[in-house]
């Protein structure tokens, strides 16, 4: 959490070091914003210059659009600003780049802010959105205009997109480019005041047309759109353009590091060109902040166009953005991952400037090494036959339901144990047994022993199969004096050890087994179909039986099925105890990586 600015805990290990901790801590010695002053009311920023000396040793920000899901992409984002703030003594925005009414809605509000709280972080009093400066951003536009530095532009979209040029051509001057301040400002007035339709002009900042780089050759900063805004309603028909807008944002609150992906590095002459003009005009405070760009996330088996996540969600391809198998936080997180695992996994891949692809077993390995020390173990069977001990009655006597138990963790005593019934039938897999087993099969054929987990050792006398071939029962017969646990239970030498339910007191349960979305590693690069890529076999369902220790699973439980991987208790679909009882289990990952060959 990162609610209040705090020095680095001298106890915690350093971080590993990176390019933007090495600028954050050149900044901090050459105390380059030691100067600034917090108004404390961004609303109000125009006026920081009167407020007090700001605490906070640096400020960032976290600026999604909320025009969507967040997926795992914006965790590594979301783990850098605020892990930075928390790790400096600073502090880190909670902002809305809510610049675009059209494809904006509270839904994604609430769910964007409920990501970050459940990644682990906190924005404390500092939640803000773009459209607080609404009325900032107008003046601004106008001090652009008075200065010379905007004009309204009235060519078609198509003449604008010819009249850019391109990487071999520059552009050419708009035949509104040579309008009087005075003019322009007039025409900007009407297109606040709702005189002009849709797209009839913009208001494009004037910078240099022969620019090498494209986004210099007077860009957009203003457009008309007769849309409501979520936040201020019908107030405007005019909005600013995001790339105009961020800047802005960053200053007001007086960000120090503006953090964002490479993809932005192209925008950077501009932010910096606006920054100044708007400081030269004394609408702004210096210093300015300083944009920083690292690599985006790049994880193989994955998509992260918010465009592409919606087309899977519209098309029904998965079941919605918080299906188990989407990159979105909230399918990582009914998935069953972790936020520590994912904040490990940000911490692992570090931060560069240079783009790659990490593996998804990377983000895997993470979510395993936190879940190893958490989860508690239970005895699950898949796909479940029966197996009939023969000599049971004879040995035990008829009914007997023999006590087991097994540790709820097996390096955390503390933890206590778990009580399970061994009797003459029980649960197993149907792939623990074969008529004529395969070179280094050591579990269930005719004449082989093997040990019951927890239990006894049997030997296996044969199998049942109905017309079909199916396998419909296994037989064995019950080695005497062989219970874990007990004095001379080791006397008997096995191979094999397979997992078990209790027929008795075992419970159905669904569980649904996830696996990767796609089959290809890169299912979008290159211009491919990434539907094409979609994995057949990325969900199928088991009807299971699971030990009776987990009738109390709560949703969003985490557990080891011994032998399975790891799974955790739907947060949507299960339901424990009553009359409502429903036993859903989502496979977060196997205990190994299976993609790995």
């Known amino acids: 959490m990162n609610s209040a600015?705090?020095?680095?805990?001298?106890?915690?290990?350093?971080k590993p070091s990176n390019f933007l901790r090495q600028i954050i801590e050149h900044d901090l010695a050459a105390g380059s914003y030691a100067t600034r002053r917090w108004a404390g009311s961004p609303g109000d920023a125009a006026h920081h210059a009167t407020g007090q000396p700001d605490p906070a040793r640096i400020r960032t920000r976290f600026p999604p659009e909320p025009n969507g899901y967040l997926h795992v992409g914006h965790a590594k984002s979301i783990c850098i600003n605020f892990g930075l703030a928390r790790d400096y003594g600073g502090v880190c925005h909670m902002r809305f780049d809510d610049t675009n009414p059209e494809k904006e809605d509270v839904e994604y509000v609430r769910s964007i802010l409920d990501a970050v709280r459940w990644l682990g972080f906190?924005?404390?009093?500092?939640?803000?959105?773009?459209?607080?400066?609404?009325?900032?951003?107008?003046?601004?536009?106008?001090?652009?205009?008075?200065?010379?530095?905007?004009?309204?532009?009235?060519?078609?979209?198509?003449?604008?997109?010819?009249?850019?040029g391109d990487f071999a051509k520059p552009g050419v001057d708009s035949p509104f480019r040579s309008r009087t301040p005075a003019e322009n400002l007039a025409r900007f007035r009407e297109m606040r005041d709702g005189q002009h339709e849709d797209g009839s002009m913009v208001l494009r900042a004037k910078i240099?047309?022969?620019?090498?780089?494209?986004?210099?050759?007077?860009?957009?900063i203003y457009r008309i759109r007769r849309a409501t805004h979520h936040h201020t309603g019908d107030k405007w028909c005019i909005y600013p353009m995001y790339t105009f807008a961020h800047p802005i944002e960053d200053a007001l609150e007086q960000i120090t590091h503006s953090l964002c992906t490479l993809e932005f590095e192209d925008q950077r002459p501009f932010y910096d060109w606006l920054l100044e003009r708007l400081t030269e005009a004394g609408?702004?405070?210096?210093?300015?902040?300083?944009?920083?760009?690292?690599?985006?996330?790049?994880?193989?088996?994955?998509?992260?166009?918010?465009?592409k996540l919606a087309q899977l969600v519209y098309d029904k391809k998965v079941s919605g953005w918080d299906d188990p198998r989407m990159p979105t936080i909230v399918g990582l997180r009914r998935r069953g991952y972790t936020p520590e695992s994912i904040q490990l996994f940000a911490e692992r891949i570090g931060v560069t400037k240079s783009d790659s692809w990490i593996d998804y077993s990377t983000l895997e390995g993470c979510l395993r090494e936190d879940l190893e020390g958490k989860a508690a173990r239970a005895m699950v069977v898949l796909d479940p036959v029966k197996l009939v001990i023969e000599n049971w009655d004879a040995l035990m006597g008829a009914g007997h339901l023999e006590p087991c138990t097994a540790p709820v963790h097996?390096?955390?005593?503390?933890?206590g144990q778990r009580s399970l019934h061994f009797g003459r039938e029980l649960w197993i897999e149907r792939t623990d047994y074969e008529d004529t087993p395969p070179k280094g099969f050591f579990r269930l054929f005719p004449g082989n022993k093997v040990r019951m987990k927890y239990g006894y050792v049997i030997e296996c006398t044969g199998a049942t199969r109905d017309a079909s071939g199916q396998l419909t029962e296994v037989r064995a017969q019950l080695v005497p004096d062989t219970k874990s646990g007990t004095p001379g239970s080791d006397s008997v030498k096995v191979k094999g050890v397979i997992t078990w339910v209790g027929a008795t007191d075992g419970l159905s349960a669904e569980v649904r087994l996830y696996d990767r979305l796609f089959t290809d590693p890169q299912p979008d690069a290159g211009g491919k179909d990434f539907i094409e890529a979609l994995n057949p076999n990325s969900l199928t369902v088991a009807q299971a039986m699971v030990e009776p220790w987990l009738a109390n699973a709560q949703p969003d439980e985490r557990f080891q099925f011994e032998r399975h991987g790891y799974f955790v208790a739907d947060r949507e679909d299960h339901q424990a105890g009553g009359d409502t009882t429903r036993r859903v289990f989502n496979r977060i990952t196997g205990l190994k990586d299976s993609w790995g060959k």
Do not use: C
């Open 5 to 14: 600015p705090r020095p680095p805990a001298e106890a915690e290990p350093a």
């Open 283 to 307: 609408l702004l405070q210096a210093p300015p902040p300083r944009q920083y760009e690292f690599a985006r996330l790049n994880l193989t088996y994955v998509i992260t166009s918010k465009r």
């Open 122 to 164: 906190d924005w404390g009093p500092h939640l803000y959105q773009a459209s607080d400066y609404f009325d900032f951003m107008y003046r601004a536009a106008e001090a652009l205009i008075e200065g010379g530095h905007a004009y309204v532009d009235e060519q078609t979209a198509e003449q604008m997109r010819v009249n850019r």
């Open 410 to 415: 097996p390096h955390q005593p503390e933890r």
């Open 208 to 220: 240099d047309m022969a620019s090498p780089n494209i986004n210099m050759r007077d860009p957009a």
